[in-house]
């Protein structure tokens, strides 16, 4: 099932009530959400656009977020889906991942290992001594 | 036309790779039949934004949810927990978290120790070089001198880097005196073998991108197959077959287009793992004369406690893998109120999605609207949390049977799950539980979180054709050997007597180890087909 434009436009409306902009961070709409980023999301996770649609089609109405919260009781399903759809475009985009600091599963050296400030904090541990219960 | 070979293998996770490995490097011809397909690591999505997207669907780790036609569904009506697995060459290693945990010396001693359950029919010291050998193939990063292990449990590399979380969960523990060490995990800290090392990308359980995490694929099938190994993918078996006397001979596996092959074979060996070897064995009416087929299941109920902290924990850096470890509360105390204990690991939060499932419980608008940024920036990367792993006893009426209408994309009854969790485990989650928010909070945790139970929890399946000596209480030798057909063994988590309370790989690939060197030295009087 694709999403319709009315669809997409209920989406727009309901994705700025969960994601408005400030603290530093770009709001739904700034990012259009509804756009690329949402077909970012549907290429990666088809299934979730048959419960979106039967969202957005029932929530065309909904103005603010106790509208929201009860079309959210409604169909839960339908909502979980939402949810999944606008928290992932959001954090997937570029400037929202920059604007909270992270860099994504970035690749790291793990052969650093245990440093000396980590050897101290397990002395106390090997000094309290065998843990193990003999058989 | 019927083909033919010396060793017919069911599944190619950790312990049909093991038995593999063996086998064909004794010079034993064998044939390894595995329904799902090999992975490459470029499948894997870890290094792509959509991580955590295809984790909630493509690589959950609950078959049902995946829904693709190389995996059986499972009935899970009557189970209080989802059994995961994966099919594909590796197994569901391909989608472990890589904790790597010896069993203790106590866990093969519950009956005399604790009065429950049974002992097992070897001991710690007996699997201690069968452990030794397994980590060497496995690359296991950790670090020696564990005081919760008589031999500190040493490991081959040095441990993976603690990061900010460990160091913060750490000196928590120390706070309350507790133990804690940092995390074994079958994850290499250092190039090793075929393994690249790992570079903390933090997404293990939806596979390795980086080819470090140790999994059979890279681990064992690489030589298995230079040195002569048949391994057959999108191989589903569907039943044994036994000749006139009883005994195996050979398997009817089906191909993807659904054509029925017939491999005739001297000797079968079930590496399906808890649920599919009872399945298979139940399917083909085989081994069941105690009645034990299928029952005994063990999961290991988990229970989690998450902290959100003040300061920046860059909590989405990996392994996961487990950070930290400890075994403060894993003995028996009777006067705790419960039996058994459990294991915790630490675990970072993962990345901005991970972190908002576990929040994720109240109510709308605490979660989205003017809330969501200051949510977000109070939290990610902010937070840890420690999983706790529960000892789950045996108990008969927890058990695999065959679905009567349910079947998987072959038509093949699928597995069907009655599993309750037991009043022993609920007292000890709950018990450890309150100690985990102990640790947090110790730790500085600002706001914690607890789920008592995860449904999604069925990581570790043992039990369903336990070993023993007697064939009226047991389904197997301690060599996995089917009491009532000589020539079919079994060596997987299936024959364990109990679970202990760690991740069990190590285990299950020690015990494998230990079964197929068994059955090579004493092939000269095997009884075949
Ligand atoms: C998400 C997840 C996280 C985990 N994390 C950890 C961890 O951190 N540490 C740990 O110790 N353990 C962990 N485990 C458990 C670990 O993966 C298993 O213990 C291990 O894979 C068991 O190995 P096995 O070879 O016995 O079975 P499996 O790995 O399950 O392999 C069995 C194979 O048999 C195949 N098969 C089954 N039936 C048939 C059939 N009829 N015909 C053909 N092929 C068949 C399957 O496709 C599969 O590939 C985890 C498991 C999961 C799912
Ligand atoms: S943390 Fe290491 S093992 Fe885990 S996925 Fe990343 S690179 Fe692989």
Redesign the pocket.
Known sequence: MTLTAEDRATLARLAALMVPGGAGMPSAARISLQGAPLDRVLAHAPQLSGPLGRFCAAARDVADMAGLDAAAQADRDGFEALAVAVGNAYFMAPQVRHAIGYPGQEARDASVGLTAGDQALLTPVWQRGRLWRAP | MTDRTEVAI?????????AALELVSAGIGVTV????DWVPAEAFDGARPEWELTQLKQWH?NPNIRGRP???PIDTAASDVNP??????????????????RFMPSDFRVRSLDGVAEDWPFGYDDLAPFYAYVEEAMGVSGEDGNPAYPDGAPTPLPALPIGRVGRRAAAGMNRLGWHWWPGS??IPSRPWRRLQPCVLRGT??TGCSDGAKAT?DRTHWPDALARGARLLTG????RIETDAQGRASGVI?VDRQGARHRLAADVVIL???????P??LLASGLANRSGLVGRRLMMHPFATVAGRFDDDLESWVGPA??ILTSCEFYETDASRGFLRGAKW?CMPAGGPQGFRAGYGNGPLTDAWGPAFHARTRASFGRSFEWGIIGEDLPDPDNRVRLADDLTDSDG?PAPRIAYRVSDNTRRMLDFHVARAREAMQAAGAVEIAETRLIRDC?????GTAVMGADPETSVTDEYGRCHDVPNLHV????TFPTSSG????????AV?ARSVLNLIDTRAGLEVA
């Not at chain 2, 069911?10 to 093991?18: C, D, E, K, L, Y």
């Not at chain 2, 590496?271 to 070897?277: D, E, K, L």
């Not at chain 2, 060596?491 to 299936?494: E, H, T």
């Open positions: 069911v599944g190619s996770g950790p312990s049909g790779a093991v039949l595995e329904q799902g780790p190389e995996d059986y995961l697995m994966f099919a594909g060459v590796g197994g569901a290693a391909l989608i472990y978290g890589a904790h790597w945990m995990n079958a293990c359980g059979p191989a589903r078996v569907v596996w590496c399906a793992n808890g649920v599919g070897t399945r298979l893998g487990q690991n093949l069925g990581w570790h399946l043992m060596m997987d988590g299936s760690m991740n069990p790989t190590a285990t299950i690939m494998a």
